[in-house]
């Protein structure tokens, strides 16, 4: 008997955007892979997508600099 998990090699499950040609809002760096799928928007754009690096830098929670 095995288990089998939901997701193969125990990684996180990751979409390829890398055909969307989105860049971080960030630093300009081509994100290929997200966590999640984003939406385009009615602007055209996906938002504020941020690369894993960015995604890493920015605080985790609380210690919003904004502005
Ligand atoms: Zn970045």
Known sequence: ???D???GG???QVHDVSSLGIVC???GTAVAE???MPTKRMD???GKIFCRECNR???PRGNFRNQ
Do not use: D, E, I, V
Request: charged share 15%; with cysteine; aromatic share 20%.
């Open 1 to 3: 008997m095995s288990f």
């Open 44 to 46: 055209g754009t996906y």
């Open 34 to 36: 997200l966590p999640f």
């Open 25 to 27: 809002a960030n630093c």
């Open 10 to 12: 125990g990684q996180r």
């Open 57 to 59: 830098n920015r605080a």
């Open 5 to 7: 998990k939901p997701f």
